[in-house]
T-cell receptor, first 119, second 110 residues
Framework: DADVTQTPRNRITKTGKRIMLECSQT?????MYWYRQDPGLGLRLIYY???????NKGEISDGYSVSRQAQAKFSLSLESAIPNQTALYFC??????????????????FGPGTRLTVL | AQRVTQPEKLLSVFKGAPVELKCNYS??????LFWYVQYSRQRLQLLLR??SRESIKGFTADLNKGETSFHLKKPFAQEEDSAMYYC????????????FGTGTQLKVEL
């Protein structure tokens, strides 16, 4: 789905460097998410944003920060990268909830992923 | 706390054999459950959700509240079913967040 894009697709960096991963979407969705994927651990939520002024920590936010520059853009930063942040990072988007009723959870649409290696 | 357990990291079956990918959950209240799939070199995408009661690509999944399970089944595996499958349910605090299981890699052998 070309509507959710991530840059860069691959990045190798060194311990201590600052890294920014970018996500853009043309789906017009309010909600955006950052996950990391590790073998054997599945996907874990890092941060999520309901709109430009609403940003929330996920289950593994330590060592990360985010910026929602616009409805369409959600960036993830590693202020000082460390080797255990080596992972595949996914951005996702979803539409606004339909009111909390059963069946109101909206599909999440994922980007292609960014493979980050911290040496 | 919400939790999703997928006990198998890898499931290998022969083409034409039945497939069952296991998913168990813990959730307070009435859960919505999902299966997401990631084919090789493709994006993670929604396969099916229990609320829709659909069969997608021959896969079905029934929510069993008594056993707190949402196993994904297909009667006859195809080579193109080889992929990583994730079971998911709403994360704590709502907001359309999802909690994913650790995933099961399905390999369909010829």
């Amino acid at each position: 789905d070309a509507d959710v894009t991530q840059t860069p697709r691959n990045r190798i960096t060194k311990t201590g460097k600052r890294i920014m991963l970018e996500c853009s979407q043309t789906k017009g969705h309010d909600r955006m998410y950052w996950y990391r994927q590790d073998p054997g651990l599945g996907l874990r939520l890092i941060y999520y944003s309901f709109d430009v002024k609403d940003i929330n920590k996920g289950e593994i936010s330590d060592g990360y920060s985010v910026s929602r520059q616009a409805q369409a853009k959600f960036s993830l930063s590693l202020e000082s990268a460390i080797p255990n942040q080596t992972a595949l990072y996914f951005c996702a988007t979803s539409d606004r909830l339909a009111g909390g009723r059963m069946g109101s959870y909206n599909e999440q649409f994922f980007g292609p992923g960014t493979r980050l290696t911290v040496l | 706390a919400q939790r999703v357990t997928q006990p198998e990291k890898l499931l290998s079956v022969f083409k034409g054999a039945p497939v069952e990918l296991k998913c168990n959950y813990s959730y307070s209240g009435s859960p919505e459950l999902f299966w997401y799939v990631q084919y090789s070199r493709q994006r993670l995408q929604l396969l099916l959700r229990h609320i829709s009661r659909e069969s997608i690509k021959g896969f079905t999944a029934d929510l069993n509240k008594g056993e707190t399970s949402f196993h994904l089944k297909k009667p006859f595996a195809q080579e193109e079913d080889s992929a990583m499958y994730y079971c998911a349910l709403p994360g704590e605090g709502g907001g359309n967040k999802l909690t994913f299981g650790t995933g099961t890699q399905l390999k369909v052998e010829l």
